[in-house]
């Protein structure tokens, strides 16, 4: 009798050290999920900036451009309407002013690098506003992504931020060898990119 009260009472001992045991596996679980979601919201430094394009020198192309910044990654998406279908020049120039009629209020190509106008990319040299070309299909309907890391959104690095400047969309196609701009033609849709 003695044998089997002693037996249930390790029993007893056992099982609740297992029980503690595994409440205090739950706990450290518990504050390493919190610690992560901590974490986690500490280094999202997404940045986002979404703006209108507005018709300029008489064209109906207006459009949308929205950059997300994530990760040292900028990423930009343009889409307009009210083309003339094909190729169209689409770049950064330098000032967010897009109050005169033709657009040029804006400016030149963005180019905080003094280098000369190109392709993207290119070892001769490229404006960091020198995004390319894009295409309208037969509705005047085209759309443009473009991802970089030479871009920032609003942070201290004059040669990476584009906050304060333009983007422009040409009527012609950029030739990417035309100094200054690409010969693209007049300016017939102007954004300032400002928050
Ligand atoms: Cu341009
Ligand atoms: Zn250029």
Redesign the pocket.
Known sequence: MLKLVVLSFFTITIFGCKGEKKEATDQENNTETVETTTKKEEVDDTKTIAFALEPKSDSKVSGKVTFIESEGMVNMVAELNGLSEGEHAI?IHEKADCSSADGKSTGG?W?PTMEA?GKWGAKEGY?K??IGNFKADADGNGNITFATNEWCIGCDDDKKNILGKAIIVHQGTDDFTSQ???AAGSRVSCGGIIQ
Do not use: A
């Open positions: 770049h190509h180019n106008h404006h506003g020198d200054p701009s690409g």
